[in-house]
Every structure is written in C-alpha cells, then in structure tokens.
C-alpha cells in the first residue's frame, strides 16, 4: 500500500462549478500537508500548506485536513478554464523534509 | 527574484550512456532537493542536501546515480549507466532551510532513455 492515495482522474468540470479533490494516506506521523499545482511541461508550484487538523481558506481555494481519517480534501470555487492542471497533494512528517506525493488528479476546467 | 534554474531541459540516451543534470536553487536557499517524477505519478524524493551535506539519500539508487552539491550552491544529478526505467521527469526544488515548508521547484529536465 502506498503512503498517499489519489485518484488521478481525469475529472472534467464545466466552468463555474465547484471542484473536489482529496487523498488519503496511511503514516499517521505526517504533519504536514500541501497542494500544489503542476501544469504540463512546468514545475509543481505549492498552492495550499496546512499543519495538522483544519481547514484553511485562500481565494477560491480551501484546504481541509482530518487526521483522525487521514484524509485530506481541496476545494476550488468558481473554477476557471486557467485551473486546468494537475493538482497532487503532498506531505511530510518534518516540515523542510521529503514530500511524499500522491500521483495527481488531472482537472479539465471547460468554458 | 529568480526562480530555480535547470538545464538541460530535455535529453535523450540511450541505455547504458551516462547523463548528467544541473540544478542552481534561488539564491540564499540552503536546502536542495532533486525529485524524479515518472510520467503519470508524483514526485519521488531522489536526495536531499542541507548546504553541502547530504540530508536523505535513502531513495537514491546509488549504484547508478550520483549527486553532489560543492560550494552549496549549485547541485549536479548523474545517473551512469542509465536504464530504460530512469525514463522521467527529474526536479530540483529548494528551500530556505530545514523547517521551512515550502519547497520552489524547477521546471524539469526531461529524460529519455532508448
């Protein structure tokens, strides 16, 4: 079993509609927890950071964390054709150390 | 302010050829992480350098890949020989240090292997 768990999609949304991305994972030690986006051909770029349990809003964009589920969730409101890439979560359990990354879920945002 | 630079940003071996990656972090980044990302899965953490000191290579395959950070600034990834499965994506991210979360990535070079 792998550490982190994600559905890489792909997921095709209309613009406008609310989208909801989520992994799970095993190692109750991460702490840390991410989303970063990755469009083709370009480097991840970090989106959401949010220590242990919560929720963390930013724009369009929430972040939730359950540890007691190990699960992890983002939510984009209002989503944009410009949103579509592929978002993979991230964790660690020391933060400045290894990220252990889900594969991705590739999101189509159509006009 | 400048953000990671890689180079090359595509290359294509054949298997057994030696390869090699160049990575400079943003300047004042004491930590450097080269990832590889096979196609259609997330970033693995190859190695990690705090300065010039090796941090966690424990997934590194160290028969074939090589990596080193002199002076503890730019970093160098060299995979010899090269095996069709090294086919991916290879990232360099840096940090500001240990204990700072967020980790700035590089656009990539692309490997292929024949």
């Known amino acids: 079993q792998k550490e982190v768990e994600q559905d890489p999609g792909p997921l095709s949304v209309p613009e406008g509609a609310i989208v909801s991305l989520n992994c799970t994972y095993s190692n109750s030690a991460f702490q840390y927890f991410m989303w970063y986006r990755q469009y083709s051909r370009k480097g991840p770029e970090l989106l959401m950071y949010?220590?242990?349990?919560g929720n963390k809003e930013d724009g369009r964009f929430t972040a939730q964390v359950d540890k007691s589920s190990k699960y992890i969730s983002l939510f984009i409101r209002d989503s944009q054709p410009s949103d579509s890439a592929t978002y993979l979560c991230?964790?660690?359990?020391?933060?400045?150390?290894?990220?252990?990354f889900g594969k991705g879920t590739s999101l189509l945002v159509t006009p | 302010e400048a953000g990671v630079a890689q180079s090359p940003r595509y290359k294509i071996i054949e298997k057994r050829q030696s390869v090699a990656f160049w990575c400079n972090p943003i300047s004042g980044h004491a930590t450097l992480y080269w990832y590889q990302q096979i196609l259609g899965q997330g970033p693995k953490l190859l190695i990690q350098?705090?300065?010039?000191?090796?941090?966690?290579d424990s997934q590194l395959p160290k028969d074939r890949f090589s990596a080193e950070r002199l002076k503890g600034v730019d970093s160098t990834l060299k995979i010899q020989p090269a095996k069709l499965e090294d086919s991916a994506v290879y990232l360099c991210?840096?940090?500001?240090?240990?204990?700072?979360?967020?980790?700035?990535f590089g656009p990539g070079t692309r490997l292929l292997v024949l």
């Open positions: 350098f705090q300065n010039n000191g090796v941090v966690d």
């Open positions: 949010t220590y242990s349990s």
């Open positions: 991230a964790m660690s359990v020391n933060s400045g150390y290894a990220l252990n």
């Open positions: 991210a840096s940090s500001l240090g240990v204990g700072e979360e967020t980790q700035y």
